[in-house]
């Protein structure tokens, strides 16, 4: 399980129960191959998935890297799904979709630490900062989603 958090211009945002899966490859199975990675949440209506890479430091932590483009499309949907499923704002929330998204990778924060277990495969914790904004032609809005894993999940082979 995680929580998921994100608002949108106006609105005092919330903080959703998630499960979520991060799988890392090579991983035939997801589609992932070496140094890959893929993190969802899923909220029960919507799953939010994005895509990066990953290095192992000298300490063995996973590295996690996302491009900033390929990010831009599952940050628009994610914004698009709270807007109509969870705020009920409907046809309004329609103009997202033509919204540009604009994302400054220097500002994405994906820290992830793992533990060996003693007598299973150990554990995960993971806590994004994926900041960006929505601009259109009158306006831009900041808007920041954070993901966060937490207590630790297992790590399952």
Known sequence: MGLLKAALPG??????????LVDFGPNAGAGLGANEFL????????DFEFRGTFT??????????V????????????????CKDVLQLGSSCD???SDSVLIDGTKLALPARTK????????????????FELSDS????????????????ALVP
């Open 11 to 20: 609105t005092h945002g919330g903080t959703d129960p998630v499960d979520v």
């Open 56 to 65: 192992v430091d000298a300490k063995g932590q996973p590295q996690l890297t």
């Open 95 to 97: 103009a997202i979709l």
């Open 67 to 82: 491009n900033p483009l390929a990010l831009a499309g599952p940050l628009q949907a994610l914004m698009t799904h709270i």
């Open 39 to 46: 993190i969802g949440a899923d909220d029960g209506v919507f």
């Open 116 to 131: 060996a277990g003693k007598t299973s495969g150990g554990s995960l914790a993971l806590s994004a900062k994926l900041p």
């Open 138 to 153: 009158t306006q831009v809005s900041k808007i920041v989603v954070t993901l966060k894993v937490s207590p630790p999940a």
